[in-house]
């Protein structure tokens, strides 16, 4: 076993990313390497849910375990759990990442590693670094100190997703969206479903391998999923239309609530004891003036991370969609495409005996302008009323 | 019409925008006059003078000239001495315009100037209510248009005292009217200025009244309401009327199932006549397009909101 083999489907990824490991050791140790054996920049890419930060977290945990990434060590486990000593994240908690965090982060990664191996800078969804942020790191990326490990995150190496400059620095690993077959096997060796359910999950995932993984194991989520692809049924109205959006956006907000506020919480309650509120005597008073202002940027980190948790929730909502009626339209051509929702074919094989190809497709479209109005920046709610109005008009 | 214009002007007083305005007024004159006409600005307080010499000297090729000299009060003592001796013969194919506060400083140029029969042309800033008055009838009738000493009243206590927002409300209204302005057309246009938002767009676009959610939208851009507030208006109004299409009942039956205030519920009621379901699907996707547009993705936010308020009108039927 080791920590690559929750890649699913990602074969050629994962050997270059032992290959330079393995060199990575031999540095440790004081061995030669070869010259660009090693690399101080990775730059994951692949499509959403192919497991970019899964690969990079792996290859952490293999830069700083003594058998190259056991997967059972505490080097390991730390790593993977998040709480190696020389192993920090950059999770973009908000819409993109502030220069000032990233200043402070180039700074610490700096230092020399504490485990004496390899101090480690991950940052996910490096697409979302503002361009202030994005030169700080370059020029940490440009000179990179001898012990030092860049690992970004971004969708593709388009220069909308990462700098042209960035790029040219690091070396890219590119993933690819992964097989059913590859996620089913996953979810089977890893998480212990049964043959059944991951197959099902990793074809209702569509390629996702972390949202297959919440659909096995998180009833809420199945909940979530089968409200969605009833969704097409009830629409029988304008009335049912606008209801309908209401559903959808409501259920996104509370699936978001429900992965943020637990966290928000402790979160709160952590930064409030390390700031000792409702602390008596010298200095309490001082304290509590600046405590404020603190307190005030933690709730806006937590508003802006609670926005993008619903735009996240939304979007799978609309992918779920997304892919009831491609397999609407898949039945009208009777193309013999694998549906994607198998569970509700008979549904969808019914709908295509009343719809005609075209109509399918101008559903599908329909789904689809949406995501892409939402990333346009319309309000989610008018943009998800405006496609089920085209959904029930067909 | 090719008048000559008088060959020694003098802009006297100290409003910025009326200086300015007769100044660009007399450069336009003479462009239109003459598209090749030689036009050359100074600031007096920076120019010496041989450069003026020079400025006004005959040209080897003959053309008009239009010399304009901003801030004249602070020309310095030799340039007033070459200015006033000019003055006494000007060149005829040359025409000089100059600016001046009209205080005590470089007083000796304006009285010069005026002594040697420069056309007056007054800018001193307007501190009676009656010159107010009478600056908005001139204005309004120099754009074509005429109106009532009442009307220029009520447009000065709707818009104050600005001569440049006065200047642009009369250009305004001449646009929109036709010219012919009344007390009532002011009243109209100014009813709860500063209430103008959003609603008051949607309200005019979902009963298919395309002038007056025209005129409601310019207002509000005009009064500074933001354009992404008004397209959240432009997809409610929308909603409301498409949420109630088709329902019966009193609006308190029908708030909580519809989760609206049963006085939007019954205004709702009565805005969705004349709407089909074909037009509200048509309406809210213009809605829901314009809510982009104001996000960034249009070059023009107003024109984007103007074709939307249009779009939603015309979705009604019966008003293709
Ligand atoms: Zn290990």
């Given at each position: 076993m080791t920590v690559f083999d929750e890649l699913a489907g990602q074969r050629a990824a994962v050997e270059v990313l032992q290959k330079a490991a393995g060199a990575a050791a031999a540095i440790v140790r004081g061995d030669q390497v070869p010259a660009g054996a090693m690399t101080h920049a990775w730059l994951f890419t692949g499509p959403p849910g192919s497991g970019r930060s899964m690969a990079a977290r792996a290859f952490a945990a293999a830069l700083q375990c003594v058998n190259g990434g056991c997967g059972t060590c505490a080097a390991c486990h730390t790593t993977l759990g998040g709480t190696h000593a020389d192993v920090r994240f950059v999770v973009p908690d908000g819409l993109s990442i502030a220069v000032s965090e990233m200043r402070a982060l180039v700074l610490r990664a700096a230092s020399s590693p504490t485990q004496g191996r390899w101090q480690v800078l991950l940052v996910e969804d490096a697409d979302r670094l503002t361009e202030a942020a994005g030169n700080a790191l370059l020029k940490a990326i440009e000179e990179p100190p001898p012990r030092t490990v860049f690992l970004l995150c971004t969708p593709s190496t388009h220069p909308e997703d990462v700098s042209v400059t960035i790029r040219s620095r690091c070396r890219v690993v590119s993933l690819t969206t992964p097989s059913a077959a590859a996620i089913a096997g996953v979810l089977v060796a890893r998480d212990g479903a049964s043959e059944a359910d991951a197959a099902w999950a990793a074809a209702a995932a569509q390629g996702h391998v972390g949202r297959a993984r919440k659909l096995a194991r998180d009833p809420a989520s199945r909940d979530r999923r089968q409200a969605v692809l009833g969704i097409p049924r009830k629409l029988t109205s304008i009335s049912a239309a606008f209801d309908a959006a209401a559903m959808l956006i409501s259920s996104a907000e509370e699936e978001a609530a429900a992965s943020v506020s637990e966290v928000s919480a402790k979160e709160k309650a952590e930064l409030e004891t390390a700031l000792g509120a409702g602390g008596t005597g010298k200095g309490a008073a001082a304290a509590a003036r600046g405590t404020a202002g603190i307190l005030k940027d933690l709730e806006r980190k937590q508003k802006s991370r609670a926005t993008r948790a619903q735009r996240d929730a939304l979007d799978r909502a609309l992918m779920d969609l997304a892919g009831l009626y491609r397999d609407v339209l898949a039945f009208t051509l009777k193309s013999g495409t694998a549906p994607v929702h198998a569970d509700v074919a008979e549904m969808t094989r019914a709908a295509?005996?009343?719809?005609?190809?075209?109509?399918?497709?101008?559903?599908?479209?329909?789904?689809?302008?949406?995501?892409?109005?939402?990333?346009?920046?319309?309000?989610?709610?008018?943009?998800?009323?405006a496609m089920m109005l085209s959904l029930w008009q067909g | 019409m090719s008048t000559t214009p008088a060959p020694l002007r003098l802009i006297l007083g100290d409003d910025e925008f009326l200086s300015a305005?007769?100044?660009?007024?007399?450069?336009?004159?003479?462009?239109?006059?003459?598209?090749?006409?030689?036009?050359?600005?100074?600031?007096?307080?920076?120019?010496?003078?041989?450069?003026?010499?020079?400025?006004?000297?005959?040209?080897?090729?003959?053309?008009?000239?239009?010399?304009?000299?901003?801030?004249?009060?602070?020309?310095?003592?030799?340039?007033?001495?070459?200015?006033?001796?000019?003055?006494?013969?000007?060149?005829?194919?040359?025409?000089?315009?100059?600016?001046?506060?009209?205080?005590?400083?470089?007083?000796?140029?304006?009285?010069?100037?005026?002594?040697?029969?420069?056309?007056?042309?007054?800018?001193a800033k307007i501190t009676k209510a009656r010159e107010r008055t009478a600056f908005v009838r001139d204005e309004i009738r120099r754009l074509g248009g005429s109106c009532s000493e009442d009307t220029a009243d009520a447009l000065i206590s709707a818009v104050g005292n600005d001569l440049r927002e006065l200047s642009a409300a009369c250009s305004q209204l001449v646009t929109d009217t036709g010219g012919k302005i009344t007390i009532e057309v002011v009243q109209r246009y100014y009813r709860g200025r500063a209430e103008v938002s959003g609603f008051t767009v949607a309200d005019a676009a979902v009963?298919?009244?395309?002038?007056?959610?025209?005129?409601?939208?310019?207002?509000?851009?005009?009064?500074?309401?933001?354009?992404v507030?008004?397209?959240d208006a432009l997809a409610d109004g929308v909603r409301s009327v498409a949420r109630v299409a088709g329902t019966t009942g009193s609006g308190y039956q029908l708030a909580s199932s519809l989760g609206m205030p049963p006085w939007k519920v019954e205004r709702a009621q009565r805005q969705a006549r004349g709407w089909t379901p074909e037009g509200l699907v048509t309406a809210m996707h213009a809605a829901a397009e314009v809510n982009a547009a104001v996000k960034g993705g249009a070059e023009d936010r107003a024109y984007a909101l103007e074709r939307a308020v249009l779009a939603v009108a015309r979705a009604r039927r019966g008003n293709r």
């Open positions: 295509a005996a009343k719809w005609t190809p075209e109509s399918a497709l101008r559903r599908l479209e329909a789904v689809l302008a949406c995501r892409e109005a939402i990333d346009a920046n319309v309000k989610p709610k008018i943009a998800v009323e | 305005r007769a100044v660009s007024s007399a450069i336009r004159a003479a462009k239109a006059a003459d598209p090749g006409a030689d036009i050359r600005e100074f600031d007096a307080g920076d120019l010496v003078s041989g450069a003026l010499a020079e400025a006004v000297s005959p040209s080897l090729f003959g053309g008009q000239r239009l010399l304009v000299l901003r801030a004249g009060q602070d020309a310095k003592k030799d340039l007033i001495t070459v200015l006033l001796a000019y003055a006494k013969a000007p060149d005829p194919e040359v025409s000089l315009v100059v600016a001046h506060a009209g205080g005590a400083k470089g007083k000796a140029l304006s009285d010069g100037l005026r002594a040697a029969g420069a056309e007056i042309i007054p800018a009963i298919g009244d395309v002038p007056g959610a025209l005129e409601a939208l310019r207002w509000a851009l005009a009064v500074g309401v933001d354009p507030p008004i397209a």
